[in-house]
Nanobody, 126 residues
C-alpha cells in the first residue's frame, strides 16, 4: 500500500524557517514527481512547489519563489520543503503529493497526483 506522511509543521514567528518532511512507503518516491500544496481556511488548495521525476526541474508559486525549496532524498525515500522567511500568509495545512508521470505542464492541478499525505499544520504569527 502506497502512503505519504507529512511532518515538521508547527507554530513559528514571521521570519522563521521550517523544514517539512514527506516520508513515502510502499513505493519509491524518487521515481515520482512530487509537489507540495497548501490550504488555508476558506481557500482552495494551492500548489506551492514541485520537482519533476524526469529531470529534477523545480517550479514554485510566485508567492513562495525565493523563499521555499523542494528536494528529495532517495536514501530516506523522503521529500522535503524548506521554508524560509515565513510570513503570516503562509499559514495553512501543507500536503505532499506524488505522481507517476515524469513531468507536467500543469503541476499545480490537484487531480494530477496519485498519492496524498494527510497534511501538517503550519502557523506563522506576526
Amino acid at each position: 500500500e502506497a502512503q505519504l506522511v507529512e511532518s515538521g509543521g508547527g507554530l513559528v514567528q514571521a521570519g522563521d524557517s521550517l523544514r517539512l518532511s514527506c516520508a513515502a512507503s510502499g513505493f519509491t518516491l524518487c521515481d515520482y514527481s512530487i509537489a507540495w500544496f497548501r490550504q488555508a481556511p476558506g481557500k482552495d488548495r494551492e500548489g506551492v512547489a514541485y520537482i519533476a521525476y524526469r529531470d529534477g526541474v523545480t517550479h514554485y508559486a510566485d508567492s513562495v519563489q525565493g523563499r521555499f525549496t523542494v528536494s528529495r532524498d532517495s536514501a530516506k525515500n523522503t521529500a522535503y520543503l524548506q521554508m524560509n522567511s515565513l510570513k503570516p500568509e503562509d499559514t495553512a495545512v501543507y500536503y505532499c503529493a506524488a505522481a507517476d508521470w515524469g513531468y507536467s505542464t500543469t503541476w499545480w492541478h490537484t487531480h494530477e497526483y496519485d498519492y496524498w499525505g494527510q497534511g501538517t499544520q503550519v502557523t506563522v504569527s506576526s
